[in-house]
């Protein structure tokens, strides 16, 4: 349990890591992206310098050298801080604050509320949309309107002056001309905020989904060559464990064995046929088998389970119960397949129970369903081990490959079509339930035959 836990903590540390680094990688790439906008700027103005079309707007062209200035050195400090990994989110929303400030003192200089560099608040909001989602796109859109307005209204009640430089008449303060500018610029950045949220949690989203898939195709691959490796070594070792299990019971019945001897007979015997459950589970999971509707009497199943662990020994020293009804009790199942995850979860449970104590395998009608569950006695399943038990190879135990309950989950995902669903009822250090819930046959399928004994 405790190396479960620890495992779901690395797990969760390297998620974060990973969603860092890739924080980190798009805060880079905008870092960039503004470098190359200021340098474009920059060599445009140098050139018009050159040109002497400028010399007319000295205060304009100071503030317009001083932001590209600060915007070098705002990057400067942005790379630094990528470099080190830290603050990443303090620096995105640092980005969205300069970039709007930055943005209000372009538009003040270009000709107020009426300038065409009011578009750049909803460049703004894009990239926070593309570093944050829709936060960023809230943040962006609320601090751009806000002081888009704020500088509107200085300049209309001359809280704001113009740029000394610059003629009032470039500056539109007529007031439905400004009413019309402000409300439409005010609902552009609205609008592109909405839009870059949006695509932000799709793309979000769906990022998530193909990873997802791409997991579970990985999961796939893997489990497929582990089958096929599973299914070959299987085959190759049946044959011979079953030849030692009967060369072991041909030398138990023999009369000149001390009890000591046969007691190490015992051992040899009980091992074999863990050996042979495990050699099962691996030829289960390699080769699955569609499964087949028939009406199947889960009490009696449930029954003879409970019979053959007893008879054969594999209940050790925890007691096996039945509790249920006698008479049939049919569902809509695969009689084989049912009767495997019965069994597989029949020796979970006899291998998580301390000595002494009870193992109950029930079988409950519960209006159009049956349930049938498998309760012990151990120690619980904490919330870490429920998101991983059922994956094949892993096990908390000392003894197993952990391969049980990945073909019990198996066959109750193949048995997803006719109703049958499973679920995990425990608290740690109190045992736990697993519980199969079956759609209950009301004569619409033919009884199926006897099962066989498993294996």
Known sequence: MARASLSGARTSRILVTEDAHALRRRIAWITGARLVFLTVVLGALAFLSFKGELTRYPVTM???FGTIASGYVAAAIYAALLRAMRYLHALVYGQIVVDQLTWTLVVWITGGPTSF????????CLVGAILLGWRGAAIGAGLGIALYWAMSGGLVIGAVAPPSDQPLFHFDLVTPDLTYAV??????????ALLGGYLAERLRITGGALEAARQRALVAERHAVLGRVAAGLAHEIRNPLGSIRGAIEMLHESSALANDDKRLCDIIERETLRLNDLVGDMVDLAKPRAPKAEAVDIARLARDVVELATRSERSQDVHVTYTGPESPLRARCDGAQMRQVVWNLLRNALQASP???TVEIAVTPTGGRIELSVSD????ISAAERDKMFDAFYTTRSQGLGIG???VKRIVDDHAS???DLAIES?????ARFVVSLNADVGGLKPSRPPLSAK
Do not use: D, E
């Open 355 to 357: 000595p002494g104590s």
């Open 427 to 431: 608290n740690p250090g109190r045992g």
């Open 117 to 124: 560099a009011t578009s750049f608040y909803s460049l703004t």
């Open 418 to 420: 006719m109703g049958c």
């Open 377 to 380: 006695a151990g120690p619980g």
């Open 62 to 64: 100071r503030v317009v």
């Open 183 to 192: 409300l439409a610029n005010t609902l552009g950045v609205g609008v592109v």
């Open 405 to 407: 309950l990945a073909v």
